[in-house]
């Protein structure tokens, strides 16, 4: 059951120059990020990484990340630089989750609409 999606134009948080996310030319090249491909990671102590591999391909689809009793999984996605992609992506994961059995509700957060599972 997908709803259809009306384009958008890009859209970030208002504070996204200086808290991110950052494209690779805006990072700070000084400091010693971890680099997997379309997603570098900046070390701290007590980060564990695990990398989900795809098995047919062994490529790296996913990083997940453990830090402070807390997980995380991100995955990069390719955007059209004409307009932003969460709105589609968002749908998306939200029905993924709902079929693998999971609960989602959608809210209006600080930075727009999010997916909270």
């Known amino acids: 059951m997908t709803e259809e999606i009306e ?6 948080p208002d504070d996204r120059a200086v808290a991110g996310p950052f494209d690779d030319t805006e990072v700070n090249p000084v400091r010693p990020y971890i680099d997997l491909g379309g ?7 007590g980060l564990n990484l695990r990398l989900e591999v795809e098995e047919q391909t062994k490529r790296i689809v996913a990083v997940g990340l453990d830090y402070a009793g807390s997980s995380l999984q991100v995955q990069p996605f390719a955007a059209p630089r004409s307009r932003g992609l969460w709105d589609e992506t968002r749908v998306q994961l939200r029905d993924q989750i709902r079929t693998q059995g999971g609960r989602v509700e959608e809210r ?3 930075l727009g609409k999010e997916a909270a599972c």
Do not use: D, F
């Not at 997603?39 to 102590?45: A, D, F, N, T």
């Open 39 to 45: 997603i570098k990671v900046l070390p701290r102590e």
């Open 108 to 110: 209006e957060g600080p």
């Open 7 to 12: 384009p958008t134009l890009k859209s970030a």
